[in-house]
């Protein structure tokens, strides 16, 4: 009944746009970063939704890989993301920016490929998964004393790949 209403919610127009980007190779690693960085927390590295956030909102976070999330049309995934899903833990990440804009439908792209993805790509996602700062001064610390650094660590050292939405 959700999944109908929410059918129901996107204008006709929407639910049939395609994705206007071609999804290049570069575009790809792209959106696998952005989607390890923004959507993993909920919808873990391969989409399954099995995380500690994913479990335990209501409902739960959907596998991405299914055939319910795959089915969806491009303009469906689009509004999803850029709108969110009322009543559920989805946000509106939509900027309201062409680059915004651009970066939703590079994640539909990537949606399309999580059912495929390889062990080397969750890997490769891992290095942009968010992290807490005790994991990120743990993260330093080994790094730091497998280069043989024994200077004192920067206690205002923050992780490298940290931007501002």
């Known amino acids: 009944m959700a999944r109908a209403a929410r059918r129901l919610a996107t204008p006709a ?3 049939s746009m395609k994705n206007p980007l071609e999804p290049t190779p570069e575009l790809l690693d792209e959106a696998r970063s952005h989607f390890a960085d923004h959507c993993a927390s909920c919808h873990a590295n391969d989409g399954g939704g099995d995380t500690s956030l994913g479990r ?3 409902p739960k976070a959907p596998d991405m890989r299914a055939s319910g999330t795959q089915r969806l049309s ?7 993301i850029e709108n969110g899903i009322r009543l559920t833990g989805m946000p509106a990440w939509g900027t309201g920016t062409p680059d915004g804009e651009r970066a939703s439908w590079a994640l539909v792209h990537f949606i399309r490929r999580l059912p495929t993805l390889t062990p080397a790509d969750i890997e490769a996602m891992e290095t942009h998964n968010p992290k807490t700062p005790a994991e990120f001064r ?3 610390e080994a790094r730091r004393f497998l280069a043989g650094d024994d200077s ?3 206690d205002r050292a923050t992780p490298s790949n940290a931007h501002v939405h």
Not at 74 to 80: A, C, H, P, Q, T
């Open 138 to 140: 743990e993260a330093e």
């Open 152 to 154: 004192p660590p920067d």
């Open 13 to 15: 127009a929407v639910r």
């Open 74 to 80: 491009d303009g469906e995934l689009f509004s999803i």
């Open 56 to 58: 335990n909102l209501y």
